[in-house]
């Protein structure tokens, strides 16, 4: 028979402090993001597919190329969503538009799929926190997403991040220059191969955040985005620079910025790793002005980003966790023991200790090596020459120490009151 395992690019989470490393991630994100104002919104994972085509882009290689689709039994074409943004601007249209509200803050979390080739920091599935701000097209809202990351990140003690920013423009700004930029680079797609001819053809902006250095040294020649950007868009960008200096956030300019997805204008960010490897993107976002319209909803600017959460545990250490609650591990020699432990089990598991009794069978020497295996800081043992004596046998498992003590004293050993 086959052997069941989990599928090639989906990951179990399951190693304690690995968890607890998420759960910490998560909940300092909820602060931070509560703080300013957002709230979570949660969207169902299955979707139609049209939402994710018309929303990312039917050009992308996140549709084109990597998306889970499937069909339902009445053959509406379906998608597990390949990211966020497409289903919280439904949601937010489906609910909020439809009653003249225009504004909002949202953030989300959960798992996201993409039928990528699994490598590292490069998975199947992945999962993402993100938020989205509608409602504003001021240059500060797109700094103000922009910090919150950064407080995020800072928050968790992350070093050795990096923050780029681009400007893509207007629709019709960037529709010029993807016209000059084509021009140019058909008159050198002889030089490289099929893939990246293809690319010149459905979205030459792509060229330009291609790694292979032969190609960064052929853009050197190319024309430049910033050139084509208006006025107005010129300003915008200068004004995020200055909102971004006055809250002392460092940054660099990185021209050919310009991410995967097709529904961005204006203002773009990437926050990399240097420890990350090939896959250094740990954040990413912007600002998308004319996705809410494209939906069929009125015109409401917005910016947003999302953050891919296996990529950000892979940078943290777990010495980020609070020194843990002590962990007590219960042994009961005898009906009657278990029947005097419940309650006491209890007792410690209110004052916010970690406690567990064992309920399998077996020899003490079992049970203790499941205890050790357990991580456990303390075992209480009772049987019934304990039991007799009102004490407890109370093992430290880092010493190999032993005591009897009461119940009392005990608890005195776990610096707990009375
Ligand atoms: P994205 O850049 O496609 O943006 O993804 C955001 C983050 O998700 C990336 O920076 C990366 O850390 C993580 N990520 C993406 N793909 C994978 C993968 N295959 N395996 C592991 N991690 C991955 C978005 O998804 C946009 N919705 C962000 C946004 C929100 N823009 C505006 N609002």
Do not use: C
């Amino acid at each position: 028979m086959k052997k069941l395992q989990s599928l090639r690019g989906m990951e179990d989470l399951y190693e304690e402090l690995q968890v607890r490393l998420w759960q910490e991630v998560e909940s300092k994100a909820a602060v931070i993001f509560e703080k300013a104002g957002f709230t979570e919104i949660r969207t169902p994972i299955l979707e139609l597919k049209e939402l994710f085509a018309r929303g990312v882009g039917e050009t992308s290689d996140i549709v084109s190329k990597e998306m889970y689709e499937l069909e339902d039994r009445k053959g509406q074409k379906l998608a597990l969503r390949p990211e966020g943004t497409a289903s919280v601007v439904r949601a937010f249209i489906q609910h909020y538009t439809s009653h003249q509200i225009q504004e909002g803050r949202f953030y989300y979390k959960g798992p996201m799929f993409r039928y990528e080739r699994p490598q590292a920091g490069r998975l199947r599935q992945f999962h993402q926190i993100g938020a989205e701000l509608f409602g504003s097209n001021h240059p500060m809202a797109d700094v103000e997403m922009i910090s919150l990351l950064e407080k995020l990140l800072r928050s968790l003690h992350l070093k050795e991040i990096s923050l780029q920013i681009n400007s893509l423009g207007l629709p019709e700004e960037r529709q010029a220059y993807r016209e000059a930029l084509q021009g140019f680079l058909k008159k050198i797609e002889d030089l490289f191969s099929e893939d990246f001819k293809e690319r010149v053809q459905k979205n030459p902006l792509r060229v330009l955040d291609s790694k292979d250095p032969k190609v960064q040294e052929a853009l050197k020649e190319a024309p430049k985005l910033e050139f084509f950007l208006s006025e107005e868009s010129r300003v915008h960008f200068k004004q995020v620079q200055e909102f971004l200096d006055l809250l002392k956030i460092d940054y660099q300019i990185n021209p050919y910025l310009v991410r995967g997805l097709d529904y961005y204008d204006q203002t773009v960010f990437e926050f990399l790793s240097g420890d990350l490897g090939a896959q250094n993107a740990v954040a990413g976002g912007g600002r998308y002005n004319h996705l809410v319209a494209s939906f069929g909803g009125p015109s409401v600017p917005a910016v947003g980003f999302a953050l891919g959460m296996e990529r950000l545990v892979s940078l943290l250490d777990t010495s980020l966790l609070k020194t843990q609650a002590k962990r007590v591990y219960f042994i009961a020699l005898d009906l009657e023991s278990t029947k005097l432990l419940l309650p006491k089990l209890e007792e410690l598991r209110q004052d916010a200790v970690i406690a567990q009794i064992d309920l399998s069978e077996g020899s003490l020497k079992a049970k203790l090596k499941r205890a050790h295996r357990w991580e456990a800081d303390l075992v209480i043992i009772l049987g019934e020459g304990e039991r007799q004596k009102q004490s407890f046998l109370v093992k430290d498992m880092a010493s190999g120490e032993q005591f009897e003590l009461s119940w009392q004293d005990f608890r005195k050993k776990l610096k707990l009151n009375n």
